[in-house]
DNA sequence: CTGTTAGCGCATTCAT
DNA sequence: ATGAATGCGCTAACAG
């Protein structure tokens, strides 16, 4: 029944106070405290007593500023993306931060306008997680962010990106080195790219940095395949890269690994007796897959908290970076 | 540098479109478009000309209601909650609502404190994932709920729990009697439960439908183990359950299943050979799974969307159930 | 159908 | 240190 009851207004507890809407107002809301101490105990119990919430829009407009920290992420099912939102939401509530989370499924337009209506509520911190597509045209992406920042947000980037803001990302080309110079030491000498997307900028990162180590062993990846970035991409590139005779497959993420390690069991092919396998991210399930993925580690959670600490920092050229290396396992014969 | 540069606002709209207030917030909110077509243009090109973009908190204060849907996680990270959190998401924003995700770690005070801060923002909608501890005193989060149905809010709990509040979750009875019944069938007679916590009402559902599947099979459970809900959780119980002899282990959810999975590897016992393993919730990791994990398939995408849809009905004693049937895999010698 | 005006709940300057 | 008054950006009667 009585639904729509109204709560208490900040007016209804200056009332119950018996004190001005203002002294109200400077108790409840913290500010520079300048209340006299019997002042601030009637207005707190007052508080509590009919149970005062401050209306934080309310809040918002008076100060032209609200707590709210937008997280932008491709798609949460993805242990990678749950993983830095993960960090996320924690950094931001232990900063007082209220976060919303939108899926972008990877795709610009959406982006566009979940960016468009959280502007609507003038956000502290824009947080945009995935990477971005490189061929697309990223101008109105772009300009719409530089709204948000002359609106006051502060914006960060994970992962790679060519926009004109702060961004955290893994080292992935130092992972990517190591993982490749690790496999060809290990023995490995055709080894393939199950390089994903070609236009996904963290995926031809990570691919590079194969590159990199293999050219540093004096080796050249028998096959680059590129493909979708899920796990049935991973099926479909294992398949074409063993087709092609590799006896080593060094995915750019876990999930497209873990489909290359599911395509090859189904074929009968054995890990890592024939074929290694390696990963990247490390996300829970590479340890626990059979064989145990080799991957490259990279702290997720604190991939995300980093992010907000970055975004709060208010510099836009930050470019932090955080650690990636080699874990190696049964996948790789180690 | 320009940064505190105040974006329009609508009284800036109506200056540049040449109307009044008024007629520009018609325009521009949409609301029973009443305004002539020669006027309506006009403000709409002056708004993109602009830049203008409505302060949602400004309306929400205005209107007395805001375009929220809190969402209240247990774990983002567990896949389970992850694609429950997809669903969310998905359905509120087709309804034009902004969720906002925060995470509960299962902690009743942070619930609560997250409770209390997002009721500031007077959300329309509330949701609850994750169940609740049957044990702890839940009166206090009661109250915070009621507070914001009275607010205004519609809330609804996914999963099974005590709250006086419209509830969407799966139909785990009935899935996992099937299942128990299926294991039974198989031949199976010595079978444990890997119970999870004792408190936390899904995985007491869970294991009673086991019960009731094994008892119409005309057989008792040779261990009900008690413990971590997590993967860790699941080795420690699944060894235990093998100390006492189980030849088919049931636990209350994939990933403690999958904990299972290893430990009995690294044990060298064999799966499905000498002991059976299931899993609940049929997550994407349980097909590929080695081998693949029997489980009880329950569409969480839309055990997030019908939470909303439901939420939405503003019904409070609305308790809509979603179907969970066996998927019977190579873990269970299918 | 359009414009005026009075709030919405709160923060804050300005006197006191 | 406290209170009265003004404004934040917007919506919703209310008149015209």
Same mark, same amino acid.
């Given at each position: 029944m009585a639904r729509p009851d109204a709560p208490p207004t900040l007016y209804d507890l200056a009332r119950e106070a018996g004190v001005s809407l203002a002294t109200a107002s400077r108790v409840v809301n913290g500010s520079t405290r300048k209340v006299a101490e019997p002042y601030r105990v009637r207005v707190l119990e007052a508080a509590d007593r009919i149970g005062y919430r401050a209306n934080l829009s309310a809040q918002a407009v008076a100060r032209g500023t609200s707590r709210l920290a937008a997280l932008l992420v !491709?798609?949460?099912?993805d242990p990678f993306f749950a993983a830095v939102t993960a960090g996320v939401s924690r950094a931001a509530e232990a900063e007082g931060l209220l976060v919303t989370m939108s899926v972008t499924d990877r795709r610009s337009d959406r982006e566009l306008e979940l960016l468009r209506t959280i502007g609507g509520f003038r956000p502290r911190l824009v947080l945009l997680i995935g990477s971005r597509r &490189? &061929?697309?045209? !990223?101008s109105e992406l772009e300009d719409e962010l530089r709204e948000l920042r002359r609106a006051g947000a502060d914006v960060v980037v994970v992962g =790679? =990106?060519?926009?004109?803001f702060a961004s955290v990302r893994a080292d992935d080309t130092t992972g990517a080195r190591e993982l490749a110079e690790a496999v060809a030491a290990a023995g490995r000498s055709r080894v393939a790219i199950l390089a994903g997307p070609a236009d996904l900028s963290t995926a031809t990162a990570r691919a590079e940095g194969f590159r990199a180590g293999l050219r540093a062993a004096g080796l050249d990846p028998v096959a680059v395949v590129h493909g979708e970035f899920g796990r049935s991409g991973g099926r479909a590139a294992a398949l074409e890269a063993v087709g092609a005779g590799a006896d080593a497959l060094l995915a750019v993420n876990d999930v497209m690994a873990l489909g290359a390690l599911s395509a090859l069991r189904e074929r009968g092919i054995r890990v890592p007796e024939q074929v290694a396998v390696t990963g990247f991210d490390d996300i829970a399930a590479a340890a626990d897959a059979v064989p145990a993925l080799s991957s490259v580690r990279i702290d997720l959670e604190a991939l995300g908290e980093r992010a907000v600490a970055v975004a709060l920092a208010g510099d836009d050229s930050a470019a932090e970076v955080v650690p990636a290396h080699p874990v190696l396992r049964a996948s790789t014969g180690h």
């Open positions: !491709s798609d949460i099912v &490189t &061929t697309e045209p !990223s =790679h =990106h060519r926009l004109p």
